[in-house]
């Protein structure tokens, strides 16, 4: 997956990316991650704030001491900072974009909040669908990286 995306749809030279650290079923980036660190770029992990808030991020490095969160999550204890390209876990997605995620909303308030940023969904293959429900509040992914190559999304038709 991050050969592909490294390959299609790299971040910007600088860019401050922003990761996920891998729970338990989904793609693990960490490789990725290393690897962007290795070609210069400051890498951020999301903190999980309050329900109904968007993400906050703190600078990561492989190493550094990790907190868990609620949901099974990770974070780091680096200094706050906000990412121009975000990596972004899902339980299922479809190639015009829609994102499944786990309910919180927290991606979605969080990418409405940075408008310009890339966003990139990063998934198995197996976890593409048709059509994922998508709500008016939803934010679309720019692509999906998978272990198979980059899917660029299209908006859906209008018919």
């Not at 693990?28 to 290795?38: K, S």
């Not at 770029?41 to 329900?51: E, G, K, S």
């Not at 309910?103 to 197996?126: E, H, I, N």
Request: aromatic residues 8%; charged residues 15%; glycine residues 14%.
């Amino acid at each position: 997956m991050g050969a592909h995306l490294l390959r299609q749809i790299p971040p910007a030279p600088g860019a401050v990316v922003s990761g996920f650290w891998p729970l338990a079923g989904e793609i693990d980036i960490l490789p990725l991650l290393r690897t962007l660190i290795g070609r210069g770029h400051q890498v951020v992990l999301p903190v999980t704030p309050a329900i109904g808030n968007p993400l906050n991020f703190r600078l990561w490095r492989p190493g550094d001491k990790m907190i868990q969160e609620r949901f099974g999550t990770m974070c780091p204890t680096g200094e706050p900072a906000v990412p121009d390209y975000l990596l972004v876990p899902l339980l299922a997605f479809d190639r015009h974009g829609g994102r499944l995620g786990y309910g919180g909303g927290f991606y979605d308030r969080t990418l409405a909040g940075l408008p310009g940023v890339v966003a990139v969904g990063c998934a198995f293959s197996a976890q593409e669908l048709d059509e994922v429900p998508v709500g008016p509040y939803d934010v679309r992914l720019a692509a999906v990286a998978t272990e198979n190559g980059v899917i660029f999304t299209s908006p859906p038709s209008v018919s």
